[in-house]
């Protein structure tokens, strides 16, 4: 069964940043491509970036330059350093598979950008 935990959200001003954490278990991170979504109020779950099993990353045009998806292999463990934060980032993060499971979806955490 595969369990994964978000953590690292908060409230932060614009321009601010946090770093988000996913950690696995059930799921080995380095052999297998992994990603991070997010859900905004009113919006349907989108793609923000994915790390595959050979390192290599991609991002949604609206983050690039500005987030970084990065993964700690001993740990199982994915991280999400979010620079120039900005308020349309708001929303509920999640970690995932790529492509997602269904059965994988976490509570997420909430992140808040505002002044």
């Known amino acids: 069964q595969v369990q994964l935990v978000e953590s690292g959200g908060g409230l932060v001003q614009p321009g601010g940043s946090l770093r988000l954490s996913c950690a696995a278990s059930g799921l080995i991170f380095s052999i297998n491509a992994a990603g991070w979504y997010r859900q905004a109020p009113g919006k349907q779950r989108e793609f923000v970036a994915l790390?595959?099993?050979?390192?290599?990353?991609n991002y949604v045009d609206s983050v690039k330059g500005r987030f970084t998806i990065s993964r700690d292999n001993a740990k199982n463990t994915i991280y999400l350093q979010m620079n120039t934060l900005k308020s349309e980032d708001t929303a509920v993060y999640y970690c995932n598979a790529v492509p997602y499971r269904l059965e994988y979806w976490g509570q997420g955490t909430q992140v808040t950008v505002s002044s």
């Open positions: 790390i595959t099993e050979d390192g290599s990353t």
